[in-house]
């Protein structure tokens, strides 16, 4: 499908203000997220791929005083963000993980001060700054809809199910949708298939 041709209402009002659909990939740690986002976007260019944790990496590293590319290649290694952090530029072992941090920045020093929906907001202004659509791969929370709402006119959840994944040990869970995939080992292109059908069906609702 076209997305961009298609009609999503309130494009004309709208359009030069807000994005036009942002879809989030909602599912446990390893399902397969990151992969199905980035081969969304390869297949549909129109989709351009965004994190919320964006704004917490670059939050914590300031916090903590480190350097942001090597916090967030730590962070970001399934490995290391669970290992004691080293920071490369001070030589130095800190006693908590890459993990424990992100979750203390943003559980104690973030959301008290500005709300809830903080990563959210930043999430949605980094997300519209890119392009009318978006795909995130990495949501878990109620309020991260109702703050990309503010940026977009349209947003899609679509759950994603794999045998042996939960969220078991994380903050993020499934947010209620209507939309689901059931992911299974080596059938990635089946899986990002499903997902496009998800997506074309969600359009073809709002456009009727």
Do not use: W
């Amino acid at each position: 499908m076209n997305y961009v041709n298609a009609d999503l209402h309130e494009q004309e009002t709208f359009g030069a203000v807000k994005g036009q659909l942002a879809v989030i990939l909602n599912g446990p740690p390893g399902c397969g997220k990151d992969t199905l986002a980035k081969a969304l976007s390869e297949v549909q260019p129109e989709f351009k791929v965004t994190e919320f944790k964006e704004a917490l990496y670059l939050k914590t590293a300031d916090y903590y005083g480190h350097d942001l590319v090597e916090f967030t290649e730590a962070a970001t290694d399934r490995v290391l963000k669970e290992e004691l952090y080293y920071c490369p530029t001070k030589d130095l072992y800190f006693p908590v993980t890459p993990r424990e941090m992100l979750i203390q920045v943003s559980e104690v020093v973030i959301k008290p001060k500005y709300g809830d929906d903080y990563f959210g907001l930043a999430a949605g202004k980094t997300a519209l700054s890119r392009g009318p659509f978006a795909v995130f791969s990495d949501g878990g929370f109620d309020q991260e809809v109702d703050a990309l709402l503010e940026y977009f006119n349209h947003v899609l959840v679509i759950q994603l199910h794999r045998d042996g994944y939960t969220f078991e040990g994380d903050s993020r869970n499934y947010i209620g949708s209507d939309y689901s995939v059931v992911l299974k080992d080596n059938e990635e292109r089946k899986g990002l298939s499903d997902i496009i059908g998800e997506i074309d069906e969600y359009v073809r609702t709002i456009s009727t």
